[in-house]
């Protein structure tokens, strides 16, 4: 196991990403999604030129 | 790949009560990406500890072992995860989250924030979410039924 270290400052909080802070309805791979897109749904990332 | 409801303001809110830093049993190359995509500026998150930073079972389940960091002390870090088992071996420096898959009207890192604010300057973060979350009493009548159980 690889030991990672830490900025020695404050209090350090992780968070998880899939089904935390993000969903991944989407099952390509992450290098196709680009840019963040607002939509009537809240904000969404969006795939090449499709939103998903 | 959507975002969840309130996750960049709840980010934004957090980055000044502490330092933030993603920890997912995704590969590296997925962690970094959606890293730059969250926080393209660079002004959220200080690195991402990823698949390779997990301790895996026998049965395939990735565990996030805190122990890993080697300058901080398990007083003063959290993660918050979806998936209990995640940090079942620093059971108080967990908060569970209920997962999210597409529901806009979800608030859970709203309320979140208002909790991460309030525990932020505790001594020993463990204590504060052991007497807010209770999940050690939680995991300790689990077991205890189990055993009745069998």
Known sequence: MTVFKLDDKVKTLFFDLDNTLVSKSYKGHASDICFPTFTENGMCLQVKNKKI | MSLRPFALEALSVLTKYYEIYI???????YANRVMDILDPEK????????RSHCC???KGFYIKDLRIV????????????NLSHS?????DNGIPILPWYDDPNDCELKYLTKYLVKI?????????NKMHLKLGELVKKTMQEIINFS
């Open chain 2, 43 to 50: 002004r959220i998150f200080n690195g991402a500890l990823h």
């Open chain 2, 23 to 29: 920890f997912t049993s995704a590969t590296k190359e």
């Open chain 2, 70 to 81: 080697n300058n901080k002390n398990l007083n003063e870090m959290l993660i918050v995860d």
């Open chain 2, 120 to 128: 932020s300057k505790e001594k020993d973060i463990r204590e504060a």
């Open chain 2, 87 to 91: 940090f079942a071996f620093q059971i």
């Open chain 2, 56 to 58: 895996k079972t026998k």
